[in-house]
């Protein structure tokens, strides 16, 4: 056995596993099978003890998502094509990002296509928020909407053009989970075997979905949050290194830069007449960007 994978013991039923088969800290390191056990009882021996916290970000991110469901569906439908006030349209991921809108990359993550979507999402949001919040609390749960969120939105654009919907930063916040399931219990409790399996299924139906074009699934947001969360997971396990954090935090705004000059690089910065894209009306920036992208204007 390498010494990076040492033998360690089972503080219940005593069996030898390598640590990398093992669940939780020690000194209450768990063997798969009292693992499961542990989960079956809902009571999580691993050290540290979860601190109970009220979901703050986890109810406020649901609220907002909520709201502009409501705004977007009820009292203002169709407000992408113009049926609404500018202000609301100025939330979704659209060509205005080019000038220096950035924040759309935020706001379209709290917008849904429809209820189905937003059920979905927001239950999902509802119980894995939650933990994480329980977990590590309710700043490194707004960093890690901010951090995966971001992530996906632009990847997203870069690959699609769009996208609306928090199941890129959800994807994200299972990947964080992902990276502690051995060294946290919360991670170790959600992130079991059965979770791990369902992530893959839902990944493959996602691309299926949209290889057939029977339902548009944003599959670029789903693995970018995937990995981004893998990533701010990984980061948090080995804390030591305490230049990972900053390093990570620079990953989303890279991101952005990079899908803003991909998507936009080839379009000309003056017009014939000389004025630079600031000038240009942003009805003629969204007529050049829909005719290089094979839309009508």
């Known amino acids: ?46 050290r540290p003890i979860a601190r109970e916290r009220r979901p703050i970000v986890t109810i406020v991110s649901l ?32 060509s205005e990002i080019w000038i220096w809108e950035h924040w759309r990359h935020v706001t379209c993550m ?17 119980y894995l928020g939650r933990e994480v919040e329980r977990g590590w609390g309710p700043w490194a749960l707004l960093g890690l909407t901010l951090f995966t969120g971001v992530s996906a939105s632009a990847i997203s654009w870069i690959f699609s053009g769009s996208g609306v919907g928090i199941s890129g930063y959800l994807f994200g916040l299972l990947g964080f989970l992902w990276a502690l399931r051995r060294v946290h219990p919360i991670a170790a409790a959600v992130m079991t075997d059965q979770m791990l399996r369902w992530i ?80 240009r009306p942003r009805a003629e920036w969204r007529r050049i960007w829909m005719l290089q992208n094979g839309h009508k204007p």
């Open 110 to 126: 709290f917008l849904h296509g429809g209820w189905w979507h937003i059920g979905m999402n927001g239950m999902g949001l509802w």
């Open 63 to 94: 609220a907002i998502a909520i709201a502009l469901y409501i705004c977007t569906h009820v009292i203002w439908p169709g407000v992408q094509r113009g049926g609404g006030p500018a202000w609301l349209a100025a939330f979704y991921q659209s």
């Open 200 to 279: 893959g299924i839902l990944l493959v139906i996602g691309v299926v979905l949209s290889l057939s074009n029977t339902v548009a699934i944003g599959n670029w947001a789903h693995g970018a949050g995937l990995a981004t969360g893998y990533l701010a997971g990984l980061a948090v396990r080995h804390a030591r290194r305490k230049l990972l954090v900053p390093l990570l935090a620079i990953i989303p705004i890279l991101l952005v830069v990079a899908s803003t000059y991909i998507v936009f690089g080839s379009v000309p910065l003056t017009t014939d007449e000389g004025k630079t894209f600031q000038e």
């Open 1 to 46: 056995m390498s010494h990076e994978d040492p033998i360690c013991g089972c503080s219940v039923c005593g069996v030898n596993l390598p640590r990398s088969e093992m669940f939780g800290a020690d000194p209450d390191l768990l063997c798969p099978n009292c693992a499961d056990a542990v989960r079956n009882r809902m009571q999580v021996r691993f």
